[in-house]
């Protein structure tokens, strides 16, 4: 039996993983090409660095992520910034600005559809790349995260989180791969020249820093004034793959037919996206679907009951009813698209799950998981195609002793069909 170490999986990290599956000594995964689940930091590695900062970007990297992923935002004078939130408050000293003060609103928009509203804060549409980067990013709202780096960050535009992955690409000799999440477009195109010009701005930067080809043409005359930076020459390493995310459902299709690269539909709050039909309508424009986790455990009917969200049973039974928990990760697949739940917490963050119907946490049957490592092998057992997690290095860790599981187990029934 080859056991595989930390150092032997590391290094197979480094290398181009293509192929990868045709080697008769590796052993195949649940998900849809065979290969390993691919671990996706999530807004770079926020369990140890503040998120979306130079330092969580590279802190993701030197751990070993196969992705990085950046959150875009569009400031009023039409630069793409890193945020996850669409206002500063929580993760910046925005508040203690006075120059910044007169800049205090009420927003309301619709998010994933939900309408969302939130009060006397700042806003990254209201502002301009100048006024954000008067900011320091400050974890203060986040208790269980280190507070040492309070004040020494800035907010990132999308450019700078692109070359920071092409340095970590050229500085490290490996491929890392970029999956932005476009926020709220219908935020983001309030009030601009016309009604794509958030998912186009976007489109343009990536195609610049060669991670996206155009496929339908786009109206580059609108964008005239976007000035992007000249490449760093990569030094004969490859650049990583490619993924757009949105929850915007319309966004995701848009950026599907526009580009070359694969989209994630991200979802949480749309009933009919949990049905037959439903991911039928979805394996039209997106390559990989990510649900929230809770709707492989607990089952859309228990999650949108616990969340509030109704739905009407006639058109859900209409487009075949909700899709079992158990069933959802072969119902994607059979349709050809990749899976990518979210988010896998750091371990010092609540894991707060729901149960498998009928589970109690801590008994011994069905799924309710205790800690990271039971939650890591349900999940990697169901072929998961990608993970957005924090703290990388764990995840790795339980990547591979979940590879040296599936080697010992084919070990062993390779030693019972030779006794026989
Ligand atoms: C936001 O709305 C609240 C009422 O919910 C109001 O008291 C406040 O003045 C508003 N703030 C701004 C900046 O308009
Ligand atoms: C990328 O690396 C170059 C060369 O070291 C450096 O000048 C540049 O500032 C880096 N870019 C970012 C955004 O960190
Ligand atoms: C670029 O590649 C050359 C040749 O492989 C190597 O000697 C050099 O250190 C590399 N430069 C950087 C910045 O990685
Ligand atoms: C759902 O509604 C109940 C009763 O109004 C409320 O107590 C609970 O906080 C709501 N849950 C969510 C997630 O909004």
């Known amino acids: 039996m080859r056991v595989l170490t930390f150092a032997t999986a590391a290094a197979s990290l480094a290398l181009n993983v293509s192929g990868f599956i045709d080697d008769p000594r590796v052993v195949r995964w649940n998900t ?24 969580s970007y590279w802190q993701a990297a030197v751990e070993g992520a196969d992705y990085i992923e950046p959150d875009l935002g569009l400031t009023k004078d039409g630069h793409l910034v890193v945020n996850h939130n669409e206002w500063l ?28 509203t939130v009060t006397n804060d700042w806003f990254i549409a209201d502002m301009t790349l100048e006024q954000i980067k008067m900011l320091r990013v400050n974890q203060a709202a986040y208790a269980w ?17 692109l070359q920071i992955i092409r340095n970590v690409t050229i500085e490290l000799g490996r491929p890392f791969g970029v999956i932005p999440e476009l926020k709220s477009p219908l935020l983001y195109n309030r009030g601009r020249s016309y009604p794509r010009y958030f998912e ?5 930067t990536m195609r610049h820093y060669g991670w996206t080809k155009i496929t339908k043409d786009i109206d580059t005359s609108q964008h005239a004034d ?25 966004t995701a299709a848009y950026l599907s037919r526009h580009t ?22 979805v394996s039209k424009y997106a390559q990989i679907v990510s649900p929230w986790k809770d709707f492989f455990v607990t089952g859309a009917e228990a999650y949108f009951t616990s969340q509030n969200i109704t739905w ?9 009813g909700f899709i079992a928990p158990d069933r959802l990760a072969k119902e994607i697949h059979k349709r050809g698209m990749s899976i990518s739940p979210y988010t896998f917490y750091d371990s010092h963050q609540s894991m707060s799950y729901l149960c498998q119907k009928g589970v109690k946490p801590g008994s011994k049957s069905g799924f309710c998981p205790k800690d990271k490592s039971e939650e890591f092998f349900y999940f990697f057992g169901l072929g998961m195609d990608f993970m957005f997690v924090e703290n990388i290095v764990e995840a790795n860790v339980l990547r591979i002793l979940y590879t040296n599981k599936l080697e010992q187990r084919r070990t062993s029934s390779d030693y019972s069909a030779d006794q026989q």
Request: charged content about 20%.
């Open 145 to 161: 995260r280190p507070q040492h780096f309070n004040g020494m960050f800035d907010v990132l535009t999308f450019e700078e989180y």
């Open 89 to 116: 408050s929580e993760n910046t000293n925005v508040a203690s600005i006075s120059q910044l003060a007169h800049l205090r609103a009420n927003k309301t928009w619709m998010d994933d559809g939900k309408l969302k």
């Open 200 to 204: 186009d701005r976007a489109i343009l």
């Open 312 to 320: 009407n049973p006639k058109e859900i039974a209409q487009m075949g």
């Open 226 to 250: 976007l000035h992007l930076a000249p490449l760093r020459p990569l030094n004969g390493t490859c650049l990583g793959p490619s993924a757009w995310q949105s929850f915007d459902q319309e």
């Open 32 to 55: 849809l090409s065979g290969k390993q689940t691919q671990l996706v930091g999530h807004r770079g590695e926020k369990a140890f660095m503040p998120e979306h900062t130079r330092a």
């Open 260 to 281: 070359s690269t694969p989209v994630v539909a991200l979802n949480q709050n749309l009933p009919w996206f949990f049905t037959p039909k439903g991911l039928d309508r």
